[in-house]
């Protein structure tokens, strides 16, 4: 069942870019199920955007392995697959590792006052798991600009909704206040520019991933 839209909630900027968080958090949050054919005509109802917007997100989702563009047929959700998970979260804990320690060198002092002020909403953001969700986004965006690397972001962007993705799948086993102090203690590590304490954080973050791949049913 996809919600109803969020036109009105949606983040500044271009119709492209409120459509693309839409439709990521849908599927982020499996509102759009793994392996469910998808209209686009459907898309552009619930996100309440135009076809040409709605579209370049389709677009981007499809670079990004979330969605599936099936000639003749349509969308496909992307499936969660285990063995494609592992590959992720073990190209993740290398790729990310450099991110942080970039960005714990190169943030502005307006990066690092947001991420301390983000590290306070993590703690604060307890058992609220639409919040906790939200923040875990800022958070990436804001090591991304942070670690001023395109490249590195482009490679980890699509590495992030899947993560994300399993986070949610494993949402009522998840410790979640554990893991809002993990994701805070990275936050404040990099805004002190404490780049073997981003590490620590980091690690601890990989690790829990890879026990949720674990755990996971052999798709394939």
């Not at 898309?43 to 003749?72: C, D, F, H, N, Y």
């Not at 960005?103 to 307890?126: F, I, N, P, V």
Request: proline share 3%; hydrophobic share 45%; aromatic share 4%.
């Amino acid at each position: 069942m996809i919600a109803m839209p969020l036109k009105s909630t949606t983040s500044e900027g271009s119709l492209a870019d409120q459509a693309y968080r839409f439709l990521e958090e849908q599927l982020v949050t499996m509102q759009l199920v793994p392996a469910q054919m998808v209209a686009e005509k459907d898309l552009m109802v619930a996100s309440g955007i135009g076809r040409t917007p709605v579209r370049e997100a389709i677009q981007k989702l499809a670079a990004k392995g979330m969605l599936q563009v099936l000639p003749r047929k349509g969308l496909m959700v992307t499936p969660i697959r285990r063995s494609d998970l592992l590959q992720i979260v073990e190209a993740r804990r290398v790729l990310e590792r450099l991110m942080v320690v970039k960005a714990s060198e190169r943030a502005t002092d307006e990066q690092r006052q947001a991420l301390r002020q983000l590290a306070l909403k993590l703690e604060a953001s307890g058992d609220n798991l639409q919040a906790y969700f939200r923040l875990d986004r800022q958070l990436d965006e804001w090591l991304e600009a942070a670690c001023n690397n395109r490249h590195l972001v482009q490679a980890l962007a699509a590495m992030h909704s899947q993560c994300r993705r399993l986070w949610y799948l494993h949402r009522q086993q998840l410790n979640l206040p554990r893991s809002a102090e993990l994701h805070a203690g990275l936050a404040r590590a990099v805004a002190n520019a404490d780049g073997a304490g981003a590490i620590r954080a980091l690690d601890e973050i990989i690790t829990i991933l890879e026990q949720l791949v674990a755990g996971l049913d052999v798709l394939s």
